[in-house]
C-alpha cells in the first residue's frame, strides 16, 4: 500500500520568505508526527497530532513555526519569515494509533534558506 | 531530561565483520526502546524494537537487548554485509501527558568494505 508522503521533496527557499511543506500519511494512521533532521542537531522532535486531540507543540522552535491537520488526515507544515537556521530535512511520520505501533516516516522535504 | 547517547561514528567494517553499536539512554521510567535505519537516498524505517526490560529485538540479523541496569540498547550483528551500509538511530518513546514522541541518538553512519 502507499506509504507517508510528503512534498516537495526539495525546496530552495530565500530567507524571509514563508514556506509549506505537506505530509500525507497512511490511510487509517490517527497519529502524526513531525520531526527536522539537521546535521548539528541530529533528529528532533517538532510536533504530534492524535486524531481530535489539541497537539503538542512542544518541540516547535519559535512561534515562526505552526502546523496544522485537516480532517485528521493531511497536514501541514508552516515556516514564517524562514531563517538560513531553518534548513533541514522535515520529516513526517505516522502511525496507527500510538508509538506502539511503527511510526512509519516519509522521505522527507529538504528545505534550504539562502 | 529524556536523551539518547550513541557511538560516533563513522564506523567502517570488512565484509563479515561483527558489528556492535553502543547506545545508552536517560529517562523517568521504562520507555520503549528503538533501532532506525536510513539507507542511502531512502527514509528512516523501523529496525527493531524493545518494549520492556530483558527484551531482546531482532530483524535481519541485528539484535538488541534492553538492559534496564545499564539503561543500554547495543546493536549487534555477527557478520555485516555491504548492503548493511547505512545509518544507525538509537532512540526512546516518550509518552508524557497524553502526547508522546521519538528522542533519537545523533546517529552513527556504518560503512562495510566488501
Known amino acids: 500500500g502507499a506509504g507517508v508522503s510528503q512534498s516537495p521533496s526539495n525546496k530552495v527557499t530565500e530567507k524571509g520568505k514563508d514556506v509549506e511543506l505537506r505530509c500525507d500519511p497512511i490511510s487509517g494512521h490517527t497519529a502524526l508526527y513531525w520531526y527536522r533532521q539537521s546535521l548539528g542537531q541530529g533528529l528532533e522532535f517538532l510536533i504530534y497530532?492524535?486524531?481530535?486531540?489539541?497537539?503538542?507543540k512542544s518541540g516547535l522552535p519559535s512561534d515562526r513555526f505552526s502546523a496544522e491537520r485537516t480532517g485528521g488526515s493531511v497536514s501541514t507544515l508552516t515556516i514564517q519569515r524562514t531563517q538560513q537556521e531553518d534548513s533541514a530535512v522535515y520529516l513526517c511520520?505516522?502511525?496507527?494509533?500510538?508509538?506502539?505501533?511503527?511510526?512509519?516516516f516519509g522521505p522527507g522535504t529538504r528545505l534550504t534558506v539562502t | 531530561g529524556n536523551s539518547v547517547t550513541q557511538m560516533e561514528g563513522p564506523v567502517t567494517l570488512s565484509e563479515e565483520a561483527f558489528l556492535t553499536i553502543n547506545c545508552t539512554y536517560t529517562?523517568?521510567?521504562?520507555?520503549?526502546l528503538f533501532w532506525y535505519v536510513q539507507y542511502p537516498g531512502e527514509g528512516l524505517q523501523l529496525l527493531l524494537k524493545a518494549t520492556k526490560a530483558d527484551d531482546k529485538g531482532s530483524n535481519k540479523g541485528f539484535e538488541a537487548t534492553y538492559r534496564k541496569e545499564t539503561t543500554s540498547f547495543h546493536l549487534e550483528k555477527g557478520s555485516v554485509q555491504v548492503s548493511d551500509s547505512a545509518v544507525y538511530f538509537c532512540a526512546l518513546r516518550i509518552t508524557q501527558g497524553g502526547s508522546e514522541k521519538l528522542v533519537f541518538g545523533k546517529g552513527t553512519k556504518l560503512t562495510v568494505n566488501p
Open positions: 529517562a523517568t521510567g521504562y520507555p520503549s
Open positions: 497530532f492524535q486524531g481530535n486531540s489539541a497537539p503538542d
Open positions: 511520520a505516522s502511525s496507527f494509533r500510538d508509538g506502539l505501533y511503527e511510526q512509519y
